[in-house]
Nanobody, 127 residues
Framework: VQLQACGGGLVQAGGSLRLACAFS????????MGWFRQAPGKERELAGT????????YYAESVEGRFTISRDIAKNTIYLQMNSLKPEDTAVYYC?????????????????????WGQGTEVTVSS
């Protein structure tokens, strides 16, 4: 499995960006996919995740209502639509994939539950 993330950039507060993560490998629909972010000097944290097969989503409280995860199964790609961006959303964003993520447990929020990682794409929100 290989993941390739793109779509980051510089945006003003209140603006929007859409990140994409292309999945290369078999059984895309079987993987739970997560978007994590890591700001300078901080730990990597989950922004949101989408469950394999049924496509349920979960968002961190800090992005709930502003960020939306979607996926295109035909393209083996997931997206993170980020609206109403704030300076505190500034971070490197990573997509991740896991085959055995326990979606409905706190484990799904842990980076250690995901086996594969993309290279990261940088998002900078100016005030």
């Amino acid at each position: 499995v290989q993941l390739q993330a793109c779509g980051g950039g510089l945006v003003q507060a209140g603006g929007s960006l859409r990140l994409a993560c292309a999945f290369s490998g078999r059984n895309f629909n079987s993987y739970s996919m997560g978007w994590f972010r890591q700001a300078p000097g901080k730990e990597r944290e989950l922004a949101g995740t989408i469950r394999g097969s049924i496509g349920s989503t979960y968002y961190a409280e800090s992005v709930e209502g502003r960020f939306t995860i979607s996926r295109d199964i035909a393209k083996n790609t997931i997206y993170l639509q980020m609206n109403s961006l704030k300076p505190e959303d500034t971070a490197v964003y990573y997509c991740a994939a896991g085959l055995t993520v326990r979606f409905y447990s706190v484990d799904s929020q842990s980076p250690s539950s995901y086996n594969y990682w993309g290279q990261g794409t940088e998002v900078t929100v100016s005030s």
